[in-house]
Structure formats: C-alpha cells, structure tokens
Nanobody
Framework: QVHLVESGGGLVEAGGSLRLSCAASGRMFSIYAMGWFRQAYGKEREVVAA????????YYADSVKARFTISRDNAKNTVFLQMNSLKPEDTADYYC???????????????????WGQGTQVTVSS
C-alpha cells in the first residue's frame, strides 16, 4: 500500500507557472505507475498526465500538451507536475494517483488507479 501527499498548489496569474509534487510513502516506488488528475468545480475528475514506473513513458491530455510536464524521482519517491502557461481553465483540485505496474506502462483512466492523494488546489486568475 502507498500513501500519497500532494503539495505545491496555490493562486497564480494566467501565464504563470506552478510545480506540483506528490510524495509517496512505502517501498519500491519505481513499480508504481503514477498519474495526475484534476477536478474542477461541478465537473468530472479528468486525467492530466501519467507516467510509467521508470519515467520513460508519459501521457498528456490534449488540453495540457506542450504546457505541462510530468516527471518522477524514484530515489525520492516523488512525482512532479510542472505547469507552465497556466490558464484560468486549469483551475481545479489536482490529485495524484498510483497503481502497481510491472510492465512500465502508463494509465490514463481514473478507474485504473488504486491509491489517491487528498488533492491540492490550483487557482489561475485571469
């Protein structure tokens, strides 16, 4: 089992940047595929980005491609989401998620993840 804690959210002006972090407890972090999801008020939770255990394979939602970068540091049990050129429509609660994976794949569907953090709020002002 893994416990996830997100940090790095906050209030930023449009065009600005934020870096979210997700720290994971437990062992063997490198066999967990990780994902970042977000949920805006009144909307469904949606995938933002995902990364395989090694960090080699990544996925991005079309809405964030070329603006967001997902990465991980397996030595520090942490996954990151660098968010640049932020837009008001990026405003949401951001969650990281984890699941066991021995195939070095990424997963882009909410139901595919077993563990979730408590979320961190991102607000982008116009």
């Amino acid at each position: 089992q893994v416990h996830l804690v997100e940090s790095g959210g906050g209030l930023v002006e449009a065009g600005g940047s934020l870096r979210l972090s997700c720290a994971a407890s437990g062992r063997m972090f490198s066999i967990y595929a990780m994902g970042w999801f977000r949920q805006a008020y009144g909307k469904e939770r949606e995938v933002v980005a995902a990364i395989s255990g090694s960090g080699v394979n990544t996925y991005y939602a079309d809405s964030v491609k070329a603006r967001f970068t997902i990465s991980r540091d397996n030595a520090k049990n942490t996954v990151f989401l660098q968010m640049n050129s932020l837009k008001p429509e990026d405003t949401a609660d951001y969650y990281c998620a984890a699941r066991w994976d021995f195939s070095d794949l990424y997963y882009a569907q909410r139901y595919e993840y077993d563990y979730w953090g408590q979320g961190t709020q991102v607000t982008v002002s116009s």
